[in-house]
C-alpha cells in the first residue's frame, strides 16, 4: 500500500507527458484519458487517507548528500490532497465541454495534469527541497495556463479597454497577464529559496527533511539556535513566508491574479480559487508550528506571526475593497480570492500570537477547505455566464436568472456561503477565524475582519444583483434578436459546479458534527513536535462565541441589506466615471499602477539611461579614440617591422647567401681535386705538428 501516495503525484504527471501521444489517436482519447488521470490521483488520495499509515515514505534520492526522496503521510497532507485532487478532478470534467472546440487543447489537458501532479507533489512532499520542485513546477504551470489565449485576442482581454491609472493602462492580455504572474511569483520564490537554504545550511546534521527539522528544535547546535546566535532566525521566517505572500497573492505581491483572470475560467477555477494559492497558506500551515516552536525558544514569535496575521488582514480588506467596485465578473471572484485568503493568513497569524495556537490554526484550515469549495463553484459557474451572454462585464448581463435558473441557484448557494450567511459552511470557518482573533486579544485584526465581512456581502450581492436580477442588458437582448438564446449550461458543466454549491450548504449544516473530530484528526500533524502547541486548545463553544457569531452575522446581513437595495430593488446603471472614492478603488488603490510606474517604467527608463550616458555617452566616444590609438599603434609598429626588423633579417639573409656562394666555389665535384687536397691538407697538418707541436 506505501505505492499509494506515490501513485497520488505521478498519476496525473504521467497523465501529462501521455497526452501528447493520446493526441495521435483521437481529440476524445486525449481528452478523456486527461481526466482519468486525474479521477485516478483523486480515487487514490481517498484510499491513501483511509488506508496508508501516517508516516514518511521514503527512497534514496541524492546519497551523496545523504538526502531521500519522500512523501509524508499525515493529517494535514491528507486533508489537503484529497481537496485539490477531487476539485480538480471535477473542473477536468467541466473542461470537456468548456474547452471543447478551443485551439490548443493538447498545450491545455499537458499543462493542466502536470499542474495537478505538480501540486499534489507539492502537498506530499516531506521535505523543503522536492517541495520546491512541485512549487516551481506549480508556476511554470500558472504562466502557461494563464497565457493559453497567447494570440491575444481582444474577447480573452483582462480589464477595461482604455482605462488608464497614473498614465497606465489598465487592460492586459493573456500573455501579458502570464508573464506578469510569473514575474511577482518569482519575485517570493526567491526569497523562500533564500530562506530554504539558510534552514539547510545550518542544520546538523544537514536536511531538508520536515520532521527531522522539528527533530532538532531545543538541541544544541540545532539550526534554529544557529541561526538565532548570527541574529537571522526571525529574517529567515519571514524569507520564508515571502514564498507564500507571492504564491498565494497577499500584499505587496497580489498584483497579478487580479489580471491572472485572462486564463480560461477552468483554469481561474483550478490555480486562483481551489489550488495554487492555496499553496502559500499550505506551506505557512506545513511549517508554522515548527517556526512557532524555533521562535518560542528564544522569545521571537511576535514578529514574525504578527506579520503574517497583518499581512493576512490587510490583504483581505483590501481586496475587499476592490471588489466592490469591480465591473468583469471574474475579477470580483479573483479579488474575493485574495480576500479569503487573506482571512486564512490572519488565522495562521493569529494562532502564533494567542495562547490557542490550536484555534487559529484550525480555523484557517478549515476556511482553505471551505473556501476551495464554494469558490471554485462560483468559478465555474460564472465561465458558464460568460460563455452564454458573450461578456465578462456583469452591466452587460442581467435578468439571467429566468434563462439559467440553475445557475443561478447554484451562485446564490456559493455565494452565501462567501458571505458567511448560516447555515452554510462559510458562516462557521469565517466565524471561527473571528473568534480567534477576538479571543486571542487581537482586537484590531477582529475589527478589521468584521469591516471585510460587511465587504464581501455588499460585493457578493452586488455581483449576483447585476448579473442576475432586473432585466437583461441591451447586449443579452441583441444576442436574443441574433438567435443566440441565452440558456443553462449542458451537465458536463452544471453538475460540477452545482454540485460544489451544494456540498457547501451540506458541509454548513453538518459543520457542528464533523469539525470537532476534524480538528482532533489536525491535531495528529503535530505528533513529532512537542506538546507545546496542543497547549489551550478550543474549550468548546461558549457564550462569547456566540456573541461574536450574532456580530459578524448582522454585518453580514447589512451588507446583503445593502447590495440587495441598490442592485436588486434598483436598475443598474453603470458609472459613466469613475471619481473621488469608486475612482480611488476602481483603479486598485494606485497600487498597480505605481509598480508599473517604478518597476516598469522606471526600469526601462534607467535602462535607456544607461544607453544615451554611459553607451553612447561614454563607450561610443571612448571607441573611435581607442580605435584611432590602435591604428597608429599598428601603423608605428608596422614601420619598426619594415625598416627595422624586416632589414636586419633581410641583411642576415644575404650576409649567409654571400657566404654559401664563397664555399660553393670550392664544391667542384672533381674527385682528383679532393684527393689532391685531402692530400695537401694532411701534409699542412704533418708539418704542424712536426715544426710547431714538436718544437714546444
Known amino acids: 500500500m506505501t505505492i499509494l501516495p506515490w501513485l497520488i503525484w505521478t498519476l496525473p504527471i504521467a497523465g501529462a507527458i501521455l497526452t501528447p501521444l493520446f493526441a495521435k489517436f483521437h481529440g476524445l482519447v486525449r481528452d478523456y484519458a486527461a481526466v482519468a488521470f486525474s479521477l485516478g490521483a483523486a480515487v487514490a488520495a481517498t484510499i491513501t487517507a483511509f488506508t496508508v499509515a501516517s508516516s514518511d515514505y521514503q527512497i534514496p534520492w541524492v546519497p551523496q548528500l545523504n538526502l531521500n526522496a519522500g512523501v509524508l503521510v499525515d493529517p494535514l497532507s491528507m486533508f489537503l490532497v484529497n481537496i485539490v485532487a477531487w476539485i480538480s478532478f471535477l473542473i477536468m470534467v467541466y473542461s470537456l465541454q468548456y474547452m471543447k472546440k478551443e485551439f490548443g487543447l493538447t498545450r491545455y489537458w499537458f499543462f493542466m495534469n502536470l499542474f495537478i501532479g505538480n501540486m499534489l507533489l507539492l502537498v506530499l512532499a516531506d521535505n523543503l527541497l522536492m517541495m520546491f520542485f512541485g512549487w516551481e513546477g506549480v508556476g511554470l504551470c500558472s504562466y502557461a495556463l494563464i497565457g493559453h489565449f497567447y494570440h491575444d485576442e481582444p474577447e480573452h482581454w483582462v ?103 485572462a486564463g480560461p475560467t477552468s483554469v481561474s477555477a483550478l490555480i486562483h480559487a481551489a489550488t495554487m494559492v492555496k499553496a502559500g497558506v499550505f506551506l505557512v500551515g506545513r511549517m508554522g508550528p515548527i517556526f512557532f516552536l524555533a521562535l518560542l525558544e528564544f522569545n521571537q514569535v511576535t514578529p514574525f506571526f504578527g506579520t503574517v496575521a497583518w499581512v493576512g488582514a490587510f490583504t483581505a480588506f483590501l481586496a475587499a475593497t476592490q471588489a466592490s467596485v469591480a465591473r468583469e465578473i471574474k475579477k470580483v471572484l479573483a479579488y474575493s480570492t ?96 473571528l ?26 450581492t452586488r455581483m449576483l444583483g447585476i448579473t442576475f436580477a432586473g432585466k437583461p442588458s441591451a447586449n443579452v437582448e441583441d444576442l436574443e434578436k441574433q438567435g443566440k438564446h441565452v440558456h443553462e449550461a449542458g451537465l458536463l458543466m452544471l453538475v460540477p459546479y452545482l454540485a460544489l454549491a451544494i456540498a457547501s450548504l451540506g458541509l454548513g449544516l453538518l459543520y457542528p458534527l464533523y469539525s470537532g473530530p476534524l480538528t482532533n484528526y489536525l491535531m495528529g500533524t503535530f505528533q513529532y513536535l512537542t506538546p507545546t502547541l496542543l497547549l489551550g486548545a478550543n474549550p468548546g463553544f461558549s457564550i462569547t462565541d456566540a456573541v461574536l457569531f450574532a456580530a459578524s452575522t448582522g454585518l453580514a446581513a447589512v451588507g446583503f441589506a445593502i447590495g440587495y437595495l441598490r442592485y436588486f430593488r434598483r436598475p ?103 684527393v689532391i687536397t685531402f692530400a695537401i691538407g694532411i701534409i699542412l697538418l704533418l708539418i704542424y705538428m712536426i715544426f710547431v707541436i714538436g718544437a714546444r
Open 435 to 460: 473568534s480567534a482573533a477576538f479571543q486571542g486579544s487581537e482586537y484590531l485584526l477582529y475589527a478589521i475582519g468584521l469591516a471585510t465581512v460587511l465587504l464581501t456581502a455588499f460585493y457578493t
Open 338 to 433: 485574495v480576500s479569503q485568503i487573506g482571512y486564512m493568513m490572519m488565522a495562521l497569524g493569529v494562532a502564533g500570537l494567542s495562547a490557542n495556537f490550536l484555534a487559529g490554526y484550525s480555523a484557517g484550515l478549515l476556511q482553505l477547505m471551505s473556501h476551495a469549495i464554494f469558490k471554485a463553484s462560483l468559478f465555474l459557474a460564472a465561465g458558464w455566464v460568460i460563455h452564454a451572454t458573450e461578456s465578462r462585464f456583469m452591466d452587460q448581463m442581467g435578468g439571467l436568472a429566468k434563462a439559467m435558473r440553475l445557475t443561478s441557484v447554484s451562485m446564490l448557494l456559493a455565494g452565501l456561503s462567501l458571505m458567511g450567511i448560516p447555515p452554510f459552511s462559510g458562516f462557521w470557518t469565517k466565524d471561527a477565524i
Open 159 to 261: 480589464g477595461t479597454p482604455g482605462d488608464s491609472a497614473l498614465g497606465v493602462p489598465q487592460a492586459y492580455p493573456p500573455s501579458h497577464a502570464g508573464m506578469k504572474a510569473f514575474i511577482m511569483t518569482r519575485i517570493g520564490d526567491i526569497a523562500l529559496l533564500i530562506a530554504i537554504f539558510l534552514i539547510f545550511a545550518t542544520s546538523t546534521p544537514r536536511t531538508f527533511n520536515y520532521v527531522e527539522l522539528a527533530s532538532q528544535l531545543g538541541k544544541t547546535g540545532s539550526w534554529a539556535s544557529t541561526l538565532a546566535r548570527f541574529g537571522l532566525l526571525v529574517p529567515t521566517a519571514l524569507l520564508f513566508f515571502g514564498g507564500p505572500v507571492g504564491k498565494s497573492a497577499q500584499f505587496p505581491l497580489q498584483e497579478w491574479l487580479p489580471d491572472a483572470m
Open 572 to 674: 443598474y446603471q453603470a458609472p459613466s466615471q469613475m471619481k473621488g472614492l469608486v475612482g480611488f478603488l476602481w483603479h486598485r488603490w494606485y497600487i498597480d499602477a505605481i509598480y508599473y510606474r517604478i518597476f516598469v517604467e522606471g526600469l526601462t527608463k534607467m535602462s535607456r539611461g544607461l544607453y544615451r550616458y554611459v553607451e553612447q555617452g561614454i563607450w561610443d566616444k571612448l571607441s573611435p579614440t581607442i580605435a584611432r590609438d590602435v591604428i597608429d599603434y599598428t601603423t608605428a609598429s608596422g614601420s619598426l617591422d619594415s625598416s627595422v626588423v624586416d632589414r636586419g633579417v633581410n641583411d642576415v639573409a644575404r650576409a649567409g647567401s654571400r657566404f654559401s656562394n664563397l664555399l660553393r666555389r670550392f664544391q667542384s665535384g672533381v674527385t682528383e681535386q679532393y
